[in-house]
């Protein structure tokens, strides 16, 4: 959460209405919205808790300090998205930990959590076994136990298993989505649902091929600025400034394996100047160093041709598509895609052309709960004294994801977990 890109969804938020955006009786449409993007696959009570809660944990969030700025996603009909000044997640947990250390809680680092603890007779997890420091520790639970691990993004064989159609994708989440909290709850009998389902960026690049690890383009963005996103045939396949999972699955029903954005310097200029996050997981510095070296995954080039070359596309066909693309320029109106986006014409290089293909960073499956956060079994039943919250559930997104949704979702959901506990 705290390396994240800081977006956070809801509805009828202080800072919408502090910022003008009228959006009072959103969540219904709101709602609409995700499960639009999920494919309608949704698991449509837990979308109905998200956006429920939601503003109620962004405006505990403004009452302690934390500035939201409602800003444009091209998902949702209002500004219904949220940034920080930061860009970054970790203004949220540092504010919650000051919040939680004030009412007494207590933080152990550098452990890792190994077992649950059920009672003698299985009928509730009483608890949990931890290692730190070469030991292995046990703390009781009074009232719950709260899993909040994560997804298993970074875990290449549970991704191998669970999403057969992106066997050997990279990853670019924490290394700490190992999936481990998924694992210890199923040993239990927990339930699971979406496994098959995950984020994956369709902007990502290979930094360490041996640890399938890499970093990630916020190509759907630099489309917003203009530029526009092709196949490996040369050919545009998806709305340009779609989201990035939006643009994996269609990559998958076209069977690429790579897809390209090509921008111009304008675009690219546009996008430099207005995004303050151009590259997950890196700083803007490393960003322009790539685009200066060409190593990774940026080409740049004088013509179509000689880009299309760089990049293995047959010139002929990625210059139909510049001059039709051209076309709908001048016309004001994209046929093909409607998209929103269209700023600019391909007419004058240098053009860039960013590499990209599918990476791991949010996986959308996980285990399943009832409208109290419980976990519950394969059979449907609630485990007691087991809760979850976060990227560790599955169902909330369907079969797709919207930047913003997961923390978001974490946020809201986490804190109704903490609410029913409280009544345990």
Not at 351 to 375: E, R, S
């Amino acid at each position: 959460s705290s390396l994240s890109g800081s977006l956070i969804t809801a509805s009828g938020t202080k800072a919408q209405k502090a910022n003008g955006v009228k959006d009072e009786n959103g969540k219904k449409q709101l709602a609409e919205e995700i499960i639009k993007t999920g494919l309608g696959v949704n698991n449509r009570m837990m979308v109905n808790l998200f956006v429920e809660h939601g503003a109620a944990a962004f405006d505990w969030l403004t009452d302690h300090g934390v500035k939201l700025t409602p800003v444009v996603n091209a998902s949702f009909s209002v500004k219904r998205t949220h940034g920080n000044p930061t860009s970054y997640g970790a203004v949220y947990i540092e504010t919650l930990c000051k919040a939680a250390e004030k009412l007494g809680a207590k933080f152990v680092y550098n452990a890792t959590a190994k077992e649950l603890v059920i009672s003698p007779d299985g009928s509730r997890v009483e608890g949990l076994i931890y290692e730190t420091e070469g030991k292995k520790l046990a703390v009781q639970a009074k009232k719950g136990v709260v899993i909040a691990t994560g997804g298993f993004s970074s875990n290449g064989e549970m991704i191998d298993n669970f999403m057969p159609a992106y066997t050997g994708a990279l990853s670019a989440s924490s290394v700490m989505s190992d999936g481990s909290g998924i694992l210890m709850a199923t040993k239990i009998g927990a339930g699971t649902s979406h496994m098959n389902y995950g984020a994956l960026y369709a902007y990502g690049s290979v930094t360490d091929l041996k640890k399938r690890r890499g970093v990630i383009l916020r190509g759907h963005i630099l489309n917003m600025n203009g530029s526009i996103t092709v196949g490996e045939n040369g050919r545009r396949f998806v709305v340009d400034e779609a989201s990035p999972t939006t643009v994996t699955n269609a990559m998958s029903v076209h069977g690429f394996r790579r897809c390209f954005v090509i921008a111009t310097q304008a675009q690219l200029d546009s996008y430099i100047t207005k995004e303050a996050n151009h590259v997950l997981g890196w700083n803007k510095e490393q960003f322009m160093q790539e685009i200066k070296d060409q190593k990774l995954f940026v080409r740049k080039a004088n013509t179509i041709e000689e880009l299309a070359g760089k990049l293995g596309v047959d010139p002929k066909a990625l210059r139909k598509t510049i001059d039709t693309y051209n076309s709908y320029v001048d016309a004001g109106k994209d046929p093909e895609f409607n998209r929103k986006f269209m700023n600019g014409k391909f007419e004058k290089g240098p053009f860039y052309g960013f590499i990209g293909q599918p990476t791991a960073l949010i996986t959308l499956g996980g285990l399943k709960v009832n409208d109290k956060m419980q976990v519950v079994d394969v059979y449907g039943k609630p485990i007691k004294g087991l809760y979850a919250a976060g990227e560790v559930l599955g169902g909330i997104h369907g079969a797709s994801y919207t930047g913003g949704d997961s923390l978001g979702a974490a946020l809201a959901l986490g804190r109704l977990a903490g609410i029913e506990i409280a009544k345990a």
